[in-house]
């Protein structure tokens, strides 16, 4: 081969991996992008339920205390017999 056909095809691997640079760059872009707006919408769903939350407990308070007592025996009751009865791995 001769240099002239030595440096252009230099020259075109060089913009084939331009262009492949560009394409990376761009889909890492659309990803932090979604990922930002996956992370907002999550943050407004966890304050949509903290509100729903904090508006439940005050307009019922008696009944809020009573699911939070029975919630909690539930989960002592599950690692009570969690812990009793151990899984094997085999």
């Known amino acids: 081969m001769n240099p002239e056909a030595n440096h252009q095809i230099l020259d075109r ?16 872009q659309r990803g932090v992008s979604a990922l930002r707006d996956g992370s907002h919408q999550l943050l407004d769903r966890a304050q949509h339920a903290n509100d729903s939350t904090v508006a439940y407990v005050r307009s019922q308070p008696m009944k809020a205390l009573l699911i939070a007592a029975g919630a909690g025996a539930a989960l002592m009751a599950v690692a009570s017999f969690l812990a ?3 899984r094997s791995h085999d």
């Open 13 to 28: 691997a060089a913009a084939t991996a331009d262009n492949a640079t560009a394409q990376a760059l761009g889909a890492a």
């Open 84 to 86: 009793r009865h151990p």
